[in-house]
């Protein structure tokens, strides 16, 4: 089973830049599809970005543009930069794994513990 651990949330001023890394453990991610999500207050989570095992790359609307998902397999982390941020950015931002090899995000995907972004007026 994998652990997945984010780090690098924090505080930012609108328009600012943060970077998000979520680094995996206990196996490689090599094969596996990983995403972020995040889960506002008083909202449900929603989806932000996802990376395929090839590299693909899909966006939510609202992040396309400012936010970039990049993977590296040799360190087993992936990251998410995030540039021109806005206060509707603020959430907890989550990393996951697809379940399996070769498969997509869904509903039973392994979850970090997310972090805390926060993006002041």
């Known amino acids: 089973q994998v652990q997945l651990v984010e780090s690098g949330g924090g505080l930012v001023q609108a328009g600012g830049s943060l970077r998000l890394s979520c680094a995996a453990s206990?196996?490689?991610?090599?094969?596996?599809?990983m995403g972020w999500f995040r889960q506002a207050p008083g909202k449900e989570r929603e989806f932000v970005a996802r990376i395929t095992w090839n590299s693909i790359t899909v966006y939510t609307d609202s992040v396309k543009g400012r936010f970039t998902i990049t993977r590296d397999n040799v360190k087993n982390t992936v990251d998410l930069l995030m540039h021109s941020l806005k206060p509707e950015d603020t959430a907890v931002y989550y990393c996951?794994?697809?379940?399996?090899?070769?498969?997509?995000?869904?509903?039973?995907?392994?979850w970090g513990q997310g972090t805390q972004v926060t993006v002041s007026s």
């Open positions: 996951a794994s697809a379940p399996g090899r070769f498969r997509s995000l869904g509903t039973d995907n392994l």
């Open positions: 206990g196996r490689s991610i090599s094969s596996y599809t």
